[in-house]
């Protein structure tokens, strides 16, 4: 069966709907339905439904009959999905990026057991810039324990390194895809670094990652570290396009990367602390694996030579990086804005609910990227380029910006959750408790 949120189809003969019907024919998803106006006529009608469950329909040129066509079409169930971490700075960003969500419903949340048995709102000190979602508000948290959580097919984690690793792979091991944020199973050969619009091909690992853990329904999938993703989101399009034999990369990373609380006001005020514990090894060998080649069991690291400074600053949300590059290929600063404009907007030709217009963009403003003016472009999930300039020491050197607890952690959890979904990778608790893998 077709799991086909995002089908389209052309009517290719006239077509009577009399009365409402369901709209098999049009082999539109679920609980799709087409309703028109009775005695309507529809030839080469091109009727699609987007990942939002919103409908379309485009008619040719010319017009044969007037007509008039009303669309309603209802979401299927969606995923049950959890949120561990939920108290979390990460956590809290699911819990405002889920809200409403096409696929994903959240129906349950973990967190330690200082805030187990208590409502969200009482055992979270929400520090979103949006309202707390009604939704979750009297929701009860629950340990982090497979066995307390039988009703989810997915599992969004923002939980602490501290605790991530055994508790991840215990609810893979219960059957859930797990999306993880955090650093302990990045670097398992078996487990991908998932950037859809750098490396979707990377899922290719899960098959064999479900194999050799004896799992056949969970795996884990991890994002990157919020930082090393802005890089190599933004230095995709130079990869592709010239190659990159070394790059050095310099660090401007905002509070909120430290979780919450973070770090004491006395040491961030009017200050910039030029060390984050583990960060700049992170973005050295992550960023080889996240850029590697595919080989059935293991990700082949690419060979890039990689520096990092990484340097924790005065400023709430966004990562900003300045980068000087060794190019395989030489090009001119025209060339290299050329490809980041150019670069394919991979996530939203697959139609994925929380792809942004465009996954890199580069901004001619002589002064930015600037994370106050620049993070919510692309509802934070766009990496934003500037500055690109010739480097005397390397070859080019530019500033790239990146919003660390959206397309750097939650965000991009969930645009990952989403490309699995996409590729039928994912099963669903069906009624009465079965599982249906569905295919695309
Ligand atoms: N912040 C970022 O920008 C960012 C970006 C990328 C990746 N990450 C990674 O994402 C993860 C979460 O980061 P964060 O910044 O959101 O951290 P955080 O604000 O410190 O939140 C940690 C969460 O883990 C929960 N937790 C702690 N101990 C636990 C336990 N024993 N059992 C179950 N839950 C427990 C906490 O629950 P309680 O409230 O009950 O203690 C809280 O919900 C980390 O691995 C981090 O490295 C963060």
Not at 138 to 148: G, L, P, V
Request: charged letters at 20%.
């Amino acid at each position: 069966m077709t799991l086909a949120f995002t089908d389209s189809c052309t009517l290719t003969k006239p077509y009577s709907f009399a009365q409402k019907q369901t709209c098999k024919k049009l082999n539109i998803s679920r609980n799709a339905k087409l309703f028109a106006m009775p005695n309507s006529f529809l030839s080469g009608l091109r009727v699609s439904v987007d990942s939002g469950w919103r409908g379309t329909v485009e008619r040719p040129k010319p017009v044969a009959f007037a007509f008039q066509l009303q669309m309603n079409f209802a979401p299927g169930p969606r995923y049950k999905v959890a949120v561990l971490g939920c108290t979390g700075s990460v956590g809290q960003r699911f819990i405002q990026l889920l809200e409403d969500h096409p696929w994903f419903e959240v129906v349950a949340i973990g967190a330690s057991s200082r805030s187990a048995g208590q409502r969200y709102s009482q055992a979270c000190r929400w520090k979103q810039a949006t309202p707390l979602p009604n939704y979750v508000r009297d929701m009860e948290i629950r340990e982090c324990k497979a066995s307390q959580f039988p009703d989810v097919d997915i599992v969004f984690s923002g939980l602490s390194n501290q605790v991530a690793g055994d508790i991840e792979e215990e609810f893979a091991a219960a059957g859930k895809a797990v999306f993880s944020n955090a650093k302990n199973h990045r670097m398992d050969p078996d487990v991908p670094i998932l950037i859809p619009a750098v490396n979707a091909s990377h899922t290719g690992l899960i098959d064999y990652q479900r194999l050799k853990r004896g799992w056949d329904k969970g795996f884990i999938v991890t994002n990157a570290n919020c930082s090393t993703t802005a890089m190599c989101l933004g230095l995709k399009p130079i990869l592709d396009r010239f190659g990159i034999e070394a790059l050095i990369v310099t660090t401007m990373q905002a509070i909120s990367g430290a979780g919450y609380p973070g770090l004491p006001s006395m040491d961030i005020i009017d200050n910039v602390v030029p060390f984050i514990g583990g960060e700049e090894p992170k973005m050295e060998s992550e960023s080889l694996k996240i850029f590697g080649q595919l080989d059935t069991e293991k990700i082949i690291p690419a060979s890039i030579k990689v520096s990092a400074m990484c340097n924790r600053v005065h400023v709430l949300d966004g990562h900003t990086e300045c980068v000087s590059l060794k190019l395989k290929t030489r090009a001119t600063p025209d060339e290299i804005i050329h490809a980041i404009d150019h670069f394919p907007s991979f996530t939203r030709s697959l139609k994925l609910p929380s792809s942004p217009e465009r996954d890199v963009i580069y901004t001619d403003w002589i002064d930015r990227p600037q994370p106050r003016l620049d993070r919510h472009t692309g509802n934070g999930f766009t990496v934003t380029v500037g500055r690109v300039r010739e480097c005397s020491v390397l070859d080019m050197k530019l500033v790239l910006f990146g919003h660390n607890t959206i397309i750097g952690a939650a965000g991009g959890s969930i645009i990952n959750a989403e490309l699995c979904v996409s590729k039928g990778i994912i099963a669903q608790r069906a009624k009465g408790g079965a599982y249906a893998v569905s295919h695309k």
